[in-house]
């Protein structure tokens, strides 16, 4: 059967149509315009949005598993629960959904509290799901690596409870292989959440210690205060968004995101293989 996949032209989607191919899956992506990229041969496209009633509803057809990534916006709990009732609608019970870690705990950061809300939505409506809680992306350190090369400074307010980030490499390969072990059981299997987390936890100090040696001279932590991040994320991302980011990273200063025991074990024995760490993204954007 037809494997749908949303987000799909993003950083951990396109990731994720990759890994299916690369396993000789059927897979249909949902694009709002096929013209801005590029798939794989085979890859089925299917034009449309989240909120598009009409062409989620024909996106939906012949799909028996979906994996549903929705951006961080404004609506995107309005998103995450129309897709929902229109895959229960078209009798798709087999879903991966990419929440966030202890998308329960942090209420008051928005996406994680939508993410909560759709978490919920998959329990109480009896939808087959792997619920997908991924750390903060090493990925994101894109976004602040002209103040760490510019300034030596890293910008991030972490604190000192330990976060540990994952790679979105990894994410897309294990979101790839749950959709396949649900795509190809012989029935709906029960719900099942997977922290996905680094090989490390690390602390603002920590981050700039790596940052380093890796350009070997100093890069100091910019501390605890979220005031400058917010301001320097207004710069390139809406003001609403700045602010949620602050709200995020206020959060890592007052709890952390430390692994539960067992979840580093858990992902690489399932990929066969370590897990990728911070010191290699930051080497790649310093080279870059």
Known sequence: MTILVTGATGRVG??????LIARDANVRVLTRDPTKTTFPAGVEVAQGDLLDIDAMRAAFAGVRTLFLLNAVTGDEFTQ?????NLAREAGVDRIVYLSVFDAD????VPHFAVKSGAERMLAAMDFGATILRPTYFIDNEAMVKDVILQH????????SKGVTMVD???IAEVAALELLRRDRAPEKLPIET??????ETLTGESVAAIWSDVLGRPVVYGGDDPNGFEQNMATFLPRWTAYEMRLMAERYVSDGM???????ERLTAMLGRPLHGYRETAATLAGA
Request: proline share 10%.
């Open 14 to 19: 396109r990731q994720v149509v990759d890994q």
């Open 80 to 84: 995450a629960l129309i897709t929902l």
């Open 105 to 108: 705990g942090a209420v008051n």
């Open 152 to 159: 030596g400074v890293y910008p991030m307010p972490i604190g």
């Open 168 to 170: 979105t490499r990894d």
């Open 194 to 199: 997977i922290n996905l987390v680094g090989p």
């Open 258 to 264: 430390i692994p539960d025991d067992g979840d580093r």
